[in-house]
């Protein structure tokens, strides 16, 4: 993983913006950049399944249940991943289902991390 800085170009993402802003539209999509970008090279798409599984039900990867795993699997595998490799994002293999990071996951994954740590939930929104 790169490290942060203030540089602007420290995480510039190679892509027009409209595509950048439609990568990380879907919550699915941010964690396969982000699994990505912590992984550093090629992975699975039943790999991510699980993974994101794990997450959207806050419970430990090994306690993923087939329907959850399987869920997730079929938006990753005939939606998610492809949106991320027409835009560049990442590099999918639909016959092999492998996933691996491209030029632009990093800097994308950075700008996620970001957003991430500067939103915030209003508190008039918590008490609803």
Do not use: W
Not at 7 to 19: E, G, L
Not at 69 to 92: K, M, N
């Amino acid at each position: 993983m790169t490290e942060a800085t203030d540089d602007p170009t420290s995480f510039a993402i190679p892509m027009d913006p409209d595509r950048a802003f439609n990568a990380i539209a879907n919550s699915r999509r941010r964690r396969v950049l982000l699994s990505l970008s912590q992984s550093h090279g090629a992975t699975t798409a039943g790999d991510l399944a699980v993974e994101i599984a794990a997450i959207e039900n806050a419970i430990d990867p090994s306690k993923i249940r087939s329907n959850e795993r399987t869920s997730v699997y079929i938006s990753l595998t005939q939606s998610r991943l492809e949106t991320l490799d027409e835009c560049g994002a990442i590099a999918f293999d639909d016959r092999s289902k492998s996933v691996s990071p491209t030029d632009a996951t990093e800097p994308l994954a950075e700008h996620i991390r970001r957003l991430q740590t500067a939103c915030y939930k209003p508190d008039s929104e918590e008490s609803q």
